[in-house]
T-cell receptor, first 112, second 113 residues
Framework: DAKTTQPDSMESTEGETVHLPCSHA???????IYWYRQVPLQGPEYVTH???QNTTNSMAFLAIASDRKSSTLILPHVSLRDAAVYHC?????????????FGEGTKLTVSS | AQTIHQWPVAEIKAVGSPLSLGCTIK??????LYWYWQATGGTLQQLFY??????VESVVQLNLSASRPKDDQFILSTEKLLLSHSGFYLC????????????FGEGTRLSVL
């Protein structure tokens, strides 16, 4: 079972800043938080990841709560291309490799 | 730069027929490799992973098998397809350290009729 909880869907308008919340109340001390996004019939696209500190890259800003039980992916000035299902995932280590347990994610709709 | 290539892009197969899907990673040596599957309208599930040539671990039993004949190649196969095998198959890779995020290929769409 997925170890994170996300809203099923969110709506936005082009140009807005979108905040996508994720709850991970049972996160362990060494578990990283990963964000991917996926559009139909394409592989998931990596967005960002973090452990404790907030992180930023060209795609998004990841804000991690001080207790690490929740995080928020912030998408500045969204465009129609940002419409996708966004997955918040905790990496599970298995035998030296990574296991990603996907849930339903949040379907982000962007209107013009 | 590293690239991941999956083949074929799409397949339409009959129930009971064999299947072979491939994945190649270029530009990285000794990557960890993964197979994921997504039923239509469903969530992604990890099927297999491999951390070295010749070694594959099964995560979910779906009457499928996987092999890693070369460092940069991962094969998913079965001798007899079931209707339930239909869906979207994705290969992914990551490094075995530094918590690098697995990166996914473009996938193979499989329809079993």
């Amino acid at each position: 079972d997925a170890k994170t909880t996300q809203p099923d869907s969110m709506e936005s308008t082009e140009g807005e800043t979108v905040h996508l919340p994720c709850s991970h109340a049972t996160i362990s001390g060494n578990e990283y938080i990963y964000w991917y996004r996926q559009v139909p019939l394409q592989g998931p696209e990596y967005v960002t990841h973090g452990l404790q500190q907030n992180t930023t890259n060209s795609m998004a800003f990841l804000a991690i709560a001080s207790d690490r039980k929740s995080s928020t992916l912030i998408l500045p000035h969204v465009s129609l291309r940002d419409a996708a299902v966004y997955h918040c995932i905790l990496r599970v280590d298995q035998g030296g490799s990574a296991k990603l347990i996907f849930g339903e994610g949040t379907k982000l709709t962007v209107s013009s | 730069a590293q690239t991941i290539h999956q083949w074929p892009v799409a397949e339409i197969k009959a129930v009971g027929s064999p299947l072979s899907l491939g994945c190649t990673i270029k530009g990285k040596s000794s990557p960890n490799l993964y197979w994921y599957w997504q039923a239509t309208g469903g969530t992604l599930q990890q099927l297999f992973y491999s951390i070295t040539v010749g070694q594959v671990e099964s995560v979910v039993q779906l009457n499928l098998s996987a092999s890693r004949p070369k460092d940069d190649q991962f094969i998913l196969s079965t001798e007899k397809l079931l209707l339930s095998h239909s869906g979207f198959y994705l290969c992914a890779w990551s490094l075995g350290y530094n918590n690098q995020a697995p990166l996914f290929g473009e996938g193979t769409r499989l329809s079993v009729l």
